[in-house]
C-alpha cells in the first residue's frame, strides 16, 4: 500500500518561509516522479510543482515560480516543498502526489494534505 504523509504545514506570516515534507512508503521512491499540489478552499485543486525521479528536471506553476523549490532525497523517501516569501494566495491544503504508471495507465497516489494559512 502506497502511503504519503506531508509534514510542515501551519500558520505563518506573508513574507516568511517554511518548508514542507512529504515521507513516502510502499513504493520504491526513486523510479517516480513526485508533486505537490494544493487546494484553497472554494476552488478547485491546482498544480504547483514536480520533479522527476532523478531531482534533474523540475515544473512549476507560474504562480509559484520563483518562490517555491521542490527537491527529493531519494535516500529519504522524502521529497520537499520550500516555500519563500510567501502570501495570502498561498492558503491552501497541500497535497503531496506520486504519479505511478501501470499498465501503461498513470495512477495518481495522494497524501492526506497539510494546511498552509498565510495571514496578510
Known amino acids: 500500500q502506497v502511503q504519503l504523509v506531508e509534514s510542515g504545514g501551519g500558520l505563518v506570516q506573508a513574507e516568511d518561509s517554511l518548508r514542507l515534507s512529504c515521507a513516502a512508503s510502499g513504493l520504491i521512491f526513486s523510479a517516480y516522479p513526485m508533486g505537490w499540489f494544493r487546494q484553497a478552499p472554494g476552488k478547485e485543486r491546482e498544480f504547483v510543482a514536480a520533479i522527476s525521479r532523478s531531482n534533474d528536471s523540475t515544473s512549476y506553476a507560474d504562480s509559484v515560480k520563483g518562490r517555491f523549490t521542490i527537491s527529493r532525497d531519494n535516500g529519504k523517501n522524502t521529497v520537499y516543498l520550500q516555500m519563500n516569501n510567501v502570501n495570502a494566495e498561498d492558503t491552501a491544503v497541500y497535497y503531496c502526489?506520486?504519479?505511478?504508471?501501470?499498465?501503461?495507465?498513470?495512477?495518481?497516489?495522494w497524501g492526506q494534505g497539510t494546511q498552509v494559512t498565510v495571514s496578510s
Open positions: 502526489n506520486a504519479r505511478v504508471v501501470e499498465r501503461s495507465i498513470p495512477r495518481d497516489y
